[in-house]
């Protein structure tokens, strides 16, 4: 992994096009600006992972799901 | 006039025609699977389940179903740059569904109510829903196992 140390309002580039920027450091936490293009969607990493997981779980699923099943009311 | 149809070869149904309207091009793929195209196949108009199933993969494809069927409160809330991204104007026009995780028995089923799927002019993308209360595995059936036995 690259590491490197910027100070708030520096910024780091990936590419041409997506733009990281450190806000504001404050206690242990960090809040950091990120520009990026509209066709690169920027998911929090936790979040990320989840949703993956789920996608993944939801494709093993076989291929006969219940019909005429009860719905929540 | 006759309707175009796509090939679509799956491990789980054979080999498929699908009306050309049924296909889905997602720019950026399904979260973390990835994908660009896929199409949407009920068994019919009815079904509780639908399958979003690639034309890429014969292996891969996700169970769907309309959120609204399970959780009649349920509300979809996109940040404005997640909005702007996908280019969402009029939800009238765009379909919603959440990914489904089948199980052995119904009380395991779950739905994705955090990154539902939204449809709209044969486009897809998978969101991240901001609402309160919607969380990646919610029960489909948590209550109704008695009644469904």
Do not use: C
């Not at chain 1, 990493?45 to 009311?73: F, G, H, M």
């Not at chain 2, 959780?71 to 280019?87: C, M, P």
């Amino acid at each position: 992994m690259l590491i490197i140390t910027r100070r708030p309002g520096e910024k780091v580039m990936l590419g041409d096009d997506v733009v990281i920027e450190v806000i504001e450091v404050s206690g242990s936490s960090v809040r950091i600006g990120i520009d990026a293009p509209k066709s690169i969607p920027v998911y929090r990493e936790e979040i990320w992972t989840a949703v993956r997981d789920e996608n993944a779980a939801a494709a093993k699923s076989d291929a006969n799901l219940p019909e005429d099943l009860p719905l929540k009311t | 006039m006759t309707t175009e149809t796509i090939t679509l070869e799956s491990s789980r149904f054979g080999t498929v025609e699908v009306p050309a309207e049924a296909v889905v091009e997602f720019p950026t793929g399904l979260i973390g699977l990835g994908g660009r195209r896929y199409a949407l196949l009920a068994r019919n108009e009815e079904s509780t389940f639908v399958w979003l199933h690639s034309l890429e993969d014969p292996e891969l494809a996700l169970p769907l179903t309309n959120p609204w069927q399970f959780f009649n409160s349920y509300e979809v809330e996109l940040s404005d740059d997640e909005a702007d991204r996908i280019g969402v104007s009029d939800a009238e026009e765009t379909a919603v569904y959440v990914t489904v995780r089948a199980a052995e028995t119904l009380e395991d089923f779950s739905a994705n109510l955090r990154a539902p799927i939204l449809i709209a002019n044969g486009h897809g993308h998978q969101v991240i829903n901001q609402a309160p209360d919607a969380p990646v595995r919610a029960p489909l059936f948590a209550g109704t196992t008695e009644a469904a036995a």
